[in-house]
Nanobody, 118 residues
Framework: QVQLVESGGGLVQPGGSLRLSCVASGSIVSINVMGWYRQAPGQERELVGDITSGGSTNYGNSVKGRFTISRDNAKNAVFLQMNSLKPEDTAVYYC????????????WGQGTQVTVSS
C-alpha cells in the first residue's frame, strides 16, 4: 500500500501564492501518475492537475496559467505551485497517486486546507 502525506496548505490573501507538497511512502511501486484534486464545500472533487512519471502534465481549466505541478520521481514527491490565488480556489486539496497496469490502483492523501481570503 502507498501512503500519501500532504503539507503546505494555509491561509493566503487573494493574489498570493502557496506551494503544496506530497510525499509517498510505504510499499513504493512505480507510480505512474501523481496529481492534485480539490473539493470545496458542497461541490464535487475536481482535478487540479496531474503529472506522469515522464513529466507530461494535465490541468483543470480553472487553474491553467496560474498553477504549476512538478514531480521528483526519486523522492516519490509531487508539488503544486499555486500563484495568483483567488477566493474560489478555497478548498481541501488532496494528493493522489496511481500505479499498476492501466493505473488500476490508487491512493489518496488526507487532504490539506487552502483558504484564500482577505
Amino acid at each position: 500500500q502507498v501512503q500519501l502525506v500532504e503539507s503546505g496548505g494555509g491561509l493566503v490573501q487573494p493574489g498570493g501564492s502557496l506551494r503544496l507538497s506530497c510525499v509517498a511512502s510505504g510499499s513504493i511501486v512505480s507510480i505512474n501518475v501523481m496529481g492534485w484534486y480539490r473539493q470545496a464545500p458542497g461541490q464535487e472533487r475536481e482535478l487540479v492537475g496531474d503529472i506522469t512519471s515522464g513529466g507530461s502534465t494535465n490541468y483543470g481549466n480553472s487553474v491553467k496559467g496560474r498553477f504549476t505541478i512538478s514531480r521528483d520521481n526519486a523522492k516519490n514527491a509531487v508539488f503544486l505551485q499555486m500563484n495568483s490565488l483567488k477566493p474560489e480556489d478555497t478548498a481541501v486539496y488532496y494528493c493522489n497517486a496511481q500505479w499498476g497496469r492501466r493505473n488500476a490502483f490508487s491512493s489518496w492523501g488526507q487532504g490539506t486546507q487552502v483558504t484564500v481570503s482577505s
